[in-house]
């Protein structure tokens, strides 16, 4: 069978960036009936040289600084975003008005209202997009959504989510644009808690009401200097400044249950919980 190829862009050349393209050129290996194949056609980083290496180590054929350029090549047909999440409302509008395929990074946006923005352009463009939850892919959730669809496992009363990760816990971690308000939003919230509550309409349902808490533990990091990456460390003379979201949350919350007048009481609904969420765990040798 022959196979043609699909040109693809990545926008943002950061850890997240590597993870897109490392997915695009493993992608033949595990599916081997692909009608189109993906072809990595440029990359795109405000930093130069972070655009240039992705290019060497994954065999990007041309660079930009600006994501415009990329979104404008003609032989870019399709878009990965994995730029800041500020700029997901943007970037995400200006792929689908180009008529390209679309997929982006959660959260999209810093709002609801961004989001909106994005599937109201996909929708007019009448073109393809998706969103990063890319746990819903794993093997073991999409039998349990299989088991769950068969009625297999009775009637769900409790599901516990717990999302834990070491990308900010050490507290010498320099201060990057994900621990800023402006540019990284609600932080582990929008970063880690989204994919729990993503499992949660996913498998069980869709929520109706959440209490949650939140807390930031580190609260102080070193300033980053340009295009440093998440895992960077700051000097002991480095200048720091505040983290300005929470790298903490814990949520509780109640999914919509069938037929609201089906006469069980409330407390017999669905529970859903997403606990701990978090962004500073690390492991022990």
Partial sequence: MSTSSLGVGVVGAGWMGHLHARAYSRLPH??????RRPRLVAVADTAAAAAADAAARYGFERTYTDWRDLVNDPDVEAVSVAAPNSLHREIGVAVAEAGKHLRIEKPVGLCSDDTRAVADAVDRAQVSATVGFNYRAVPTVARARRLLG???LGRITHARFRLLTDFAAHP?????WRFTREHGGTGVLNDLAVHGVGLVRFLVGDLRAVVADADRFIRRRPLATAGAGQYQRGGDRAPIDEVENHDYVALLGRTLDGDEDDGLDE???AAATTRPVNAISAARP
Avoid at 172 to 176: A, I, N, Q
Wanted: proline fraction near 6%; charged fraction near 25%.
């Fill in 267 to 269: 407390c017999a609904e």
């Fill in 172 to 176: 010498d971690g320099v201060l990057s």
């Fill in 150 to 152: 068969e009625g297999a």
């Fill in 30 to 35: 595990h599916v081997t009936d692909l009608p």
